[in-house]
């Protein structure tokens, strides 16, 4: 049985954890390595990543990329927890990186 | 006076670099930090910037941003040093900056 208490949510947030994502503690963030066959690709996943962000409001907190990666920081939101904002982003994210291109 | 070395070549470069950019050693990379009042102003200058890269065929190294700024690093291309290449990218990557939003 799992509580309410802060240890608690965290350990339920990490068996939630949206695939290929990691998450990480202090602060809170989940993390995660796309990875394309060139500059074309990866453009892209990066335009279909901004159309995201503006369609719903939300944006990682960081993004790493060059030719053929994209590294993306999702941070806690206001409580300094990760929870459901953050774990639906990151699906929606590995959605985008499923698409085919077209 | 100033011979054809790779010391003085290097020492040359360090003269050439644009506004604002700062070159490093080992690889050797130009690099800088442009800061925004907003996200809007951020996707603007990154849809500016890959609109530069898809014209000219030279991308940055790497880009790293978040909804206030970007950070760019050019690295050396097969010569393993800073060349005219990197300091005229740079010189556009600013041009782009200083542009008047619209």
């Not at 954890?17 to 990066?46: H, M, N, S």
Request: charged share 20%; net charge negative.
């Amino acid at each position: 049985m799992c509580g309410n208490s802060t240890a608690c949510a965290r350990a339920n947030i990490m068996a939630e954890v949206p695939q290929g994502w990691e998450a990480r503690g202090k602060p809170p963030i989940l993390t995660r390595r796309f990875v394309f066959d060139g500059y074309g690709a990866t453009r892209a996943f990066l335009d279909a990543l901004a159309a995201l962000s503006e369609k719903t409001g939300q944006h990682p907190q960081n993004i790493n990329f060059a030719s053929t990666y994209v590294n993306i920081t999702l941070e806690s939101g206001e409580k300094g927890e990760l929870g459901a904002a953050e774990l639906d982003l990151a699906e929606k994210i590995n959605a985008l990186y499923l698409q085919p291109e077209g």
